[in-house]
Every structure is written in C-alpha cells, then in structure tokens.
C-alpha cells in the first residue's frame, strides 16, 4: 500500500508536542501541589486528597464529558475563552492537552507525594537548622533525594499524555492534521480495516515512549 507520510507523521508530531506540554504542565502542578500535601494533615486533606485524585478512578470518558460541559459554549469558562480569542477551545489541540493533563495529573501527583515523603525529614530540619531557608532546603536537599522519583513522576505524565484517548478524542474529536493524535490514528486505522497503518503508528508510539525511559534511565 502507499503511505502518505506527511499525513501519517502528523499524528505523530502532534502525539509529541501534546505529550511535552502535558509533561511539563502537569510535573509543576503535581510538584507544588504534592509538596504541599506530604507528610501533613489538616481539615479537608481526605477530601482535597479525593478530589485530586478521582480522574484516576473515573472512566476517561467520563473526564471528557465533564470537560466538554466546562469547556463548552455554554459555561462561562467557554463563554469567556471565546469573548476573548474568537473561537472555542473545544476540537483544539489545547483542549487536547488539557484532557491530558487531567487525565495524567492524579498518577503524577501520587508518584511525587511518595517521593517527597520519602525524604528523611531529619535532613531536611538538618539544613533548617544550619541557617538554610526553605528554598534552600528544596533546592539542595529534597529534590536531590527524590530525584529518581521526580524523574519517574515526570515520564509518566509523558507516558499519559502521549496515550490519552478516552477524553481526548471527547474534547478534541479525531480531526486529520489537527487534532488528531496517534492513538485516535490508531483506533480509526483499525476501525477501517487499515492493520499495516495501525502497526506502523503503534510502532512509532513504542518507540517514543522507550527513548523517552531509556533517557531518564540513563540521567536520573
């Protein structure tokens, strides 16, 4: 069979720069949000903890729907996107990356809470103790050790945002060379009988995904 690559790469290219933006969106927000939680109870932590955490349990479909009433032209959040640019951000690539996040924000926080709570405290009061204020404390002695976790956290939000599907293709739709992303490719390939083209857009998602473990492997 003949294969467009300009058409076949599109997905790919957009798989990756949905999955970098997630990433690099969702490690932030899970870093400084999951430092916050570890090792620390309040009023309200099991129910901050629940809502932080439900999109792991909920049926993607599920998340897409509720972004898609949030998102949609009827919310105010919608309404006021479009005020503002002209257009609606549903059936974007931005809406794309936002279902990702979503979707991956819950796996990465959990992997980061863990590794912040692994650090041993008394270090961490060590360095409080010597003069160090609490930047330098993160900075020299928290991150340091919780390193392999905070690397482990971030290729995971890589990982989630590269196969998002469930939500995705709700926000998103499965638009070619604009919001089409592999695995949407891939599910409309198979839909259509396409099994060679299925292959090749399953091999390349492999084979991102190993570089992007074989690279942290290799620095972390």
């Known amino acids: 069979m003949d294969i467009n690559w300009t058409d076949f790469m599109a997905p790919v290219w957009l798989s990756i720069k949905i999955a970098v933006i997630t990433s690099l969106v969702v490690f932030i927000l899970a870093a400084a949000i999951a430092k916050a939680m570890a090792n620390r109870k309040f009023?309200?932590?099991?129910?901050?903890?629940?809502?932080?955490?439900?999109?792991?349990?909920?049926?993607?479909?599920?998340?897409?729907?509720?972004?898609?009433?949030v998102l949609g032209r009827r919310s105010w959040l919608g309404e006021w996107y479009e005020n503002l640019t002209g257009g609606t951000i549903l059936f974007t690539w931005g809406s794309a990356v936002i279902a990702s996040v979503v979707v991956a924000f819950p796996l990465v926080y959990r992997t980061l809470k863990a590794g912040f709570e692994g650090v041993d405290r008394d270090l961490e009061d060590a360095a409080r103790a010597q003069g160090a204020g609490e930047f330098q404390v993160l900075r020299y002695v928290t991150l340091p050790l919780a390193i392999r976790t905070l690397a482990a956290?971030?290729?995971?939000?890589?990982?989630?945002?590269?196969?998002?599907?469930?939500?995705?293709?709700?926000?998103?739709?499965?638009?070619?060379?604009?919001?089409q992303t592999i695995p949407t490719a891939i599910y409309v390939a198979v839909d259509g009988g396409d099994m060679t083209l299925a292959w090749l857009w399953v091999i390349s998602i492999i084979a991102i995904s190993a570089i992007m473990l074989m690279f942290v492997n290799r620095y972390s």
Do not use: D
């Open 43 to 69: 009023p309200g932590h099991s129910l901050i903890e629940t809502v932080l955490l439900l999109p792991l349990v909920l049926p993607p479909t599920v998340v897409g729907f509720v972004l898609l009433v």
């Open 153 to 179: 956290g971030y290729v995971l939000g890589f990982a989630r945002g590269l196969g998002e599907f469930g939500a995705t293709i709700m926000v998103a739709g499965n638009i070619p060379n604009r919001t």
